[in-house]
């Protein structure tokens, strides 16, 4: 790939990328979340989201020639294959039906000669002598004829490869994060594997956040950074520090901030979280301690799919958790949302429309209803029945229409329904519902996310105002390192859904990439 | 060119199914003065059917808000309205204590046959309204057999030959027959009113458009309008439905004895069984979609529904040979039911 540069509504997120393969070779592919690889994976294999958004300009060749791959189709006839993150196997089928799924060896039959080629009958002996020896050349003992449902994880993964290279003419293979499931020693095996396959002469990019796995196995390692390349090296002429540091590597300038008129301190404890365990999809936490100090504004980074979004979500229980949560020394359930809401946390989402908004609604009832349904606030008394007591309409117009002032929500009134807010205006009605809460402790979640530039600064200067102003204390969760380095007070960091340090954000940034990629055991 | 567009801007606002019934209704009304049918009696007839099939409709509002659905279930109100009704006829009771006292028995039942109800929906998220309606089927074939083995001894109620089993249409004419179609009745230019049971009906509906402005109101809409987000406001979206249930389904029985009332029979076994859609197309007729709903939506839905059916059989009478008017509002009803299922976001 040579000079690839790509913009999404003006936003380059690829900068003149010059990215090659050798046959043979593993080649590594490392970088942050929103570094650009996907979106150079994409133009690999022709995805049409690429051509939605207004193509790209550069060159991609294969074997020497240039290609224009028009669909991931058309990349697979051309010898690239894909093994995915999640696995895109039919769980009711067997190893075999799964590896020859569409590329199935068939006989005619009586049937087809009159119909057709696609209802001939399935050959299974020679599918099943296929689908073996693709199992074989990546040194696995599993059964062809097992169903894939119910097979450990690492097995799943090795089918799936397995497909890819049954595929006749492979000549590049491209591995999304193959290792993130796996157990030690399935990683292991796997990365065995790929080293067979590229023995036979195969092609392979490995993207992963695994530093210490690419150093292991890569013939050569290219680090990508907010759509560049920044290095590639050879494992020999680089350390897991080096690479940890190309990764991050960017120098935030933190000034501007105004001061507290007491700084936080840890004899002021207001959270304390133990052995925090959260069930999210996606997002598991498995034991996390935590301390946070009133007034500071603590920062949880770390990498998608590391557990930092389950800590919020798990601390006000809007997912399954375990371990214990103290507010003020108050112990609170976990699970139970309205006790946390009670003790005057509040909760801005990470999934904005999902979950912070009824996106039909009027902007005043989107602010007001948390605050009405825990505290009882906007609300006309009704001693006799408190449930069913009335909505104050006019306090409720008037906290919005200072709300809508104070935090500059564009809009055409508080009755507008907030669907059609753009995505930072959204942002601060949900800011302005959990100020209805009145909250001390305000954990706020991927604040920026699908904000346009020029808004996210206005959200985090929000964010330092509340805090400095009114005093609140603030979690922010953000996978935008440099916001966490901006703003936050600390940055605790998860990795593998634990904790794997906490760190000043002035930190040098080969110690954030280390630790984000769990190569520092330290709890602080 | 201006007249065009603000011309579809009132059809918009109105709504298509709106527009065309109203139209419907305007040609219905124009034949009748043609064709010199009493015309105060018409508007009498229509508003007696709006009034006495209102609260049927009401009950579908509390579902829809809390994210259940239309509640095709309705017959499991139906028939503890009925048993009731028929308790209060059974001991001879008369006039408004007969009434009053099928509603007192009624309610406490549909209560907690709603909370049985409710649970089960609770069970089958994203499916109610199928489950609903077998559920209604269902109910509606195990009371058949209450209805003949139930311990009821008044020879009114009872078949005359062999002596035990309740009969399929009971007159309430010696009962309670009438008494909130008789009670308030004005005329208004013409026009006779029925004042008691109007009053009846929009007390209910009165009752309803507060009870959702209220705390636990707004909760079971919020749960409704987006769980994830009632869930994170601390609302138990799973006791919201099952509230929401039993309103519904009180509603229910508070509707049919109203109904039976109005119309002066208890009809048993069969009948109930499709109770349910009529007051479906009805608010779906009104603007509601299977998601949302508001009073208003049964107010004008119920008026416009109820008067086209009280008003099309009179007419069509005239025009030709045979009932028409029942081949209508199977058209319709259906027609609409199906209109809304697949728009999903209805005609708001």
Same mark, same amino acid.
């Given at each position: 790939?040579?000079?690839?540069?790509?913009?999404?509504?003006?936003?380059?997120?690829?900068?003149?990328?010059?990215?090659?393969?050798?046959?043979?070779?593993?080649?590594?592919?490392?970088?942050?979340?929103?570094?650009?690889?996907?979106?150079?994976?994409?133009?690999?294999?022709?995805?049409?989201?690429?051509?939605?958004?207004?193509?790209?300009?550069?060159?991609?060749?294969?074997?020497?020639?240039?290609?224009?791959?028009?669909?991931?189709?058309?990349?697979?006839?051309?010898?690239?294959?894909?093994?995915?993150?999640?696995?895109?196997?039919?769980?009711?089928?067997?190893?075999?039906?799964?590896?020859?799924?569409?590329?199935?060896?068939?006989?005619?039959?009586?049937?087809?000669?009159?119909?057709?080629?696609?209802?001939?009958?399935?050959?299974?002996?020679?599918?099943?002598?296929?689908?073996?020896?693709?199992?074989?050349?990546?040194?696995?003992?599993?059964?062809?004829?097992?169903?894939?449902?119910?097979?450990?994880?690492?097995?799943?993964?090795?089918?799936?490869?397995?497909?890819?290279?049954?595929?006749?003419?492979?000549?590049?293979?491209?591995?999304?994060?193959?290792?993130?499931?796996?157990?030690?020693?399935?990683?292991?095996?796997?990365?065995?594997?790929?080293?067979?396959?590229?023995?036979?002469?195969?092609?392979?990019?490995?993207?992963?956040?695994?530093?210490?796995?690419?150093?292991?196995?890569?013939?050569?390692?290219?680090?990508?950074?907010?759509?560049?390349?920044?290095?590639?090296?050879?494992?020999?002429?680089?350390?897991?520090?080096?690479?940890?540091?190309?990764?991050?590597?960017?120098?935030?300038?933190?000034?501007?901030?105004?001061?507290?008129?007491?700084?936080?301190?840890?004899?002021?404890?207001?959270?304390?979280?133990?052995?925090?365990?959260?069930?999210?999809?996606?997002?598991?936490?498995?034991?996390?301690?935590?301390?946070?100090?009133?007034?500071?504004?603590?920062?949880?980074?770390?990498?998608?799919?590391?557990?930092?979004?389950?800590?919020?979500?798990?601390?006000?229980?809007?997912?399954?958790?375990?371990?214990?949560?103290?507010?003020?020394?108050?112990?609170?359930?976990?699970?139970?949302?309205?006790?946390?809401?009670?003790?005057?946390?509040?909760?801005?989402?990470?999934?904005?429309?999902?979950?912070?908004?009824?996106?039909?609604?009027?902007?005043?009832?989107?602010?007001?209803?948390?605050?009405?349904?825990?505290?009882?606030?906007?609300?006309?008394?009704?001693?006799?029945?408190?449930?069913?007591?009335?909505?104050?309409?006019?306090?409720?117009?008037?906290?919005?229409?200072?709300?809508?002032?104070?935090?500059?929500?564009?809009?055409?009134?508080?009755?507008?329904?907030?669907?059609?807010?753009?995505?930072?205006?959204?942002?601060?009605?949900?800011?302005?519902?959990?100020?209805?809460?009145?909250?001390?402790?305000?954990?706020?979640?991927?604040?920026?996310?699908?904000?346009?530039?020029?808004?996210?600064?206005?959200?985090?200067?929000?964010?330092?105002?509340?805090?400095?102003?009114?005093?609140?204390?603030?979690?922010?969760?953000?996978?935008?390192?440099?916001?966490?380095?901006?703003?936050?007070?600390?940055?605790?960091?998860?990795?593998?859904?634990?904790?794997?340090?906490?760190?000043?954000?002035?930190?040098?940034?080969?110690?954030?990439?280390?630790?984000?990629?769990?190569?520092?055991?330290?709890?602080? | 060119?201006?007249?065009?567009?603000?011309?579809?801007?009132?059809?918009? $606002?109105?709504?298509?199914?709106?527009?065309?019934?109203?139209?419907?209704?305007?040609?219905?009304?124009?034949?009748?003065?043609?064709?010199?049918?009493?015309?105060?009696?018409?508007?009498?007839?229509?508003?007696?059917?709006?009034?006495?099939?209102?609260?049927?409709?009401?009950?579908?509002?509390?579902?829809?808000?809390?994210?259940?659905?239309?509640?095709?279930?309705?017959?499991?109100?139906?028939?503890?309205?009925?048993?009731?009704?028929?308790?209060?006829?059974?001991?001879?009771?008369?006039?408004?204590?007969?009434?009053?006292?099928?509603?007192?028995?009624?309610?406490?039942?549909?209560?907690?046959?709603?909370?049985?109800?409710?649970?089960?929906?609770?069970?089958?998220?994203?499916?109610?309204?199928?489950?609903?309606?077998?559920? $209604?089927?269902?109910?509606?074939?195990?009371?058949?057999?209450?209805?003949?083995?139930?311990?009821?001894?008044?020879?009114?109620?009872?078949?005359?030959?062999?002596?035990?089993?309740?009969?399929?249409?009971?007159?309430?004419?010696?009962?309670?027959?009438?008494?909130?179609?008789?009670?308030?009745?004005?005329?208004?230019?013409?026009?006779?009113?029925?004042?008691?049971?109007?009053?009846?009906?929009?007390?209910?509906?009165?009752?309803?458009?507060?009870?959702?402005?209220?705390?636990?109101?707004?909760?079971?809409?919020?749960?409704?309008?987006?769980?994830?987000?009632?869930?994170?406001?601390?609302?138990?979206?799973?006791?919201?439905?099952?509230?929401?249930?039993?309103?519904?389904?009180?509603?229910?029985?508070?509707?049919?004895?109203?109904?039976?009332?109005?119309?002066?029979?208890?009809?048993?076994?069969?009948?109930?069984?499709?109770?349910?859609?009529?007051?479906?197309?009805?608010?779906?007729?009104?603007?509601?979609?299977?998601?949302?709903?508001?009073?208003?939506?049964?107010?004008?839905?119920?008026?416009?529904?109820?008067?086209?059916?009280?008003?099309?059989?009179?007419?069509?009478?005239?025009?030709?040979?045979?009932?028409?008017?029942?081949?209508?509002?199977?058209?319709?009803?259906?027609?609409?039911?199906?209109?809304?299922?697949?728009?999903?976001?209805?005609?708001?």
């Amino acid at each position: 790939m040579r000079g690839v540069t790509k913009e999404f509504h003006g936003n380059r997120v690829l900068n003149r990328v010059n990215l090659d393969v050798r046959p043979g070779e593993i080649h590594g592919l490392v970088g942050e979340n929103g570094a650009g690889k996907s979106t150079l994976m994409n133009i690999l294999f022709g995805m049409p989201v690429i051509r939605e958004t207004g193509g790209f300009q550069g060159e991609v060749f294969l074997g020497g020639q240039q290609v224009h791959v028009k669909s991931p189709f058309e990349a697979m006839s051309l010898g690239v294959g894909m093994v995915h993150q999640e696995f895109m196997l039919l769980p009711g089928f067997n190893v075999t039906e799964n590896i020859k799924l569409n590329r199935e060896a068939t006989r005619p039959n009586l049937v087809s000669r009159l119909a057709g080629e696609r209802l001939r009958t399935l050959d299974v002996p020679p599918m099943r002598a296929d689908a073996r020896a693709a199992i074989d050349r990546l040194g696995l003992e599993i059964d062809e004829w097992l169903p894939v449902a119910g097979m450990p994880v690492g097995h799943m993964q090795f089918v799936e490869i397995a497909r890819e290279i049954d595929k006749t003419g492979i000549r590049l293979l491209v591995f999304d994060e193959p290792t993130a499931v796996l157990t030690e020693s399935e990683a292991a095996q796997m990365l065995g594997a790929l080293k067979r396959l590229t023995a036979a002469g195969v092609g392979v990019l490995l993207i992963t956040h695994r530093l210490e796995e690419v150093l292991e196995v890569a013939d050569r390692i290219t680090v990508l950074r907010d759509g560049e390349v920044v290095a590639t090296r050879a494992p020999a002429e680089t350390s897991l520090e080096q690479l940890a540091e190309l990764m991050v590597g960017r120098k935030v300038e933190r000034g501007g901030l105004p001061a507290r008129a007491r700084e936080p301190g840890p004899e002021d404890r207001i959270l304390q979280v133990r052995r925090l365990t959260v069930q999210m999809p996606g997002e598991r936490v498995r034991g996390i301690d935590l301390d946070v100090y009133r007034g500071e504004i603590l920062g949880i980074g770390g990498l998608a799919g590391h557990g930092k979004v389950g800590i919020a979500n798990g601390i006000m229980g809007l997912y399954p958790a375990t371990g214990e949560i103290s507010k003020d020394g108050r112990q609170l359930t976990p699970g139970r949302p309205r006790e946390a809401l009670a003790a005057g946390l509040a909760f801005l989402s990470e999934d904005r429309r999902g979950v912070g908004l009824l996106l039909d609604e009027s902007l005043e009832l989107n602010m007001a209803l948390t605050a009405m349904q825990v505290k009882g606030a906007f609300l006309r008394p009704n001693p006799a029945l408190p449930a069913l007591s009335l909505r104050d309409e006019r306090a409720v117009r008037s906290f919005a229409e200072r709300m809508i002032k104070e935090l500059d929500i564009r809009c055409r009134g508080p009755e507008q329904v907030v669907r059609r807010l753009s995505g930072g205006n959204q942002q601060k009605v949900c800011v302005a519902r959990a100020l209805a809460l009145e909250p001390d402790l305000l954990l706020v979640s991927e604040p920026t996310r699908g904000i346009d530039v020029g808004a996210k600064s206005l959200v985090l200067d929000l964010l330092v105002r509340l805090n400095r102003d009114l005093g609140m204390t603030i979690i922010m969760t953000s996978s935008e390192l440099v916001e966490l380095q901006k703003i936050c007070d600390r940055i605790a960091l998860v990795y593998g859904g634990r904790l794997a340090g906490i760190l000043p954000p002035e930190a040098p940034a080969a110690e954030f990439g280390l630790t984000m990629a769990g190569k520092r055991k330290e709890a602080s | 060119m201006d007249v065009r567009g603000s011309l579809s801007r009132f059809a918009q $606002g109105v709504g298509i199914p709106r527009l065309l019934i109203g139209l419907f209704l305007v040609f219905l009304f124009v034949v009748a003065y043609i064709q010199k049918l009493p015309m105060a009696m018409l508007l009498n007839g229509a508003l007696v059917r709006t009034a006495m099939n209102g609260i049927l409709v009401l009950a579908m509002v509390p579902t829809i808000q809390a994210g259940v659905g239309l509640n095709f279930g309705l017959p499991v109100g139906v028939v503890c309205g009925l048993v009731g009704a028929l308790l209060a006829m059974e001991h001879n009771l008369r006039g408004f204590t007969g009434f009053g006292t099928a509603l007192a028995i009624g309610i406490p039942l549909a209560a907690v046959a709603g909370l049985l109800y409710g649970q089960l929906l609770n069970r089958v998220k994203g499916q109610e309204m199928m489950v609903g309606t077998y559920v $209604g089927f269902s109910v509606v074939a195990g009371m058949s057999v209450f209805w003949l083995l139930g311990p009821f001894r008044n020879p009114e109620m009872i078949w005359v030959v062999g002596g035990s089993g309740l009969r399929y249409t009971l007159t309430l004419s010696n009962h309670y027959g009438h008494v909130l179609n008789q009670a308030l009745n004005f005329r208004l230019l013409g026009v006779l009113i029925p004042g008691g049971l109007v009053l009846f009906y929009l007390s209910f509906c009165l009752l309803m458009a507060v009870f959702l402005r209220t705390r636990v109101g707004m909760a079971m809409s919020a749960a409704g309008s987006n769980p994830a987000f009632a869930a994170a406001s601390g609302i138990s979206v799973d006791n919201m439905r099952l509230l929401a249930v039993v309103l519904s389904t009180v509603l229910g029985a508070v509707g049919i004895v109203v109904y039976a009332q109005s119309f002066g029979f208890l009809q048993l076994y069969v009948a109930p069984m499709f109770m349910a859609f009529p007051s479906v197309a009805a608010i779906l007729i009104g603007g509601a979609s299977t998601r949302r709903a508001s009073v208003l939506n049964v107010i004008v839905g119920a008026l416009l529904f109820h008067t086209m059916l009280a008003t099309a059989l009179p007419v069509t009478r005239t025009l030709m040979e045979g009932d028409i008017s029942e081949v209508a509002r199977i058209i319709v009803s259906n027609g609409m039911i199906l209109y809304a299922l697949t728009r999903g976001r209805g005609g708001n």
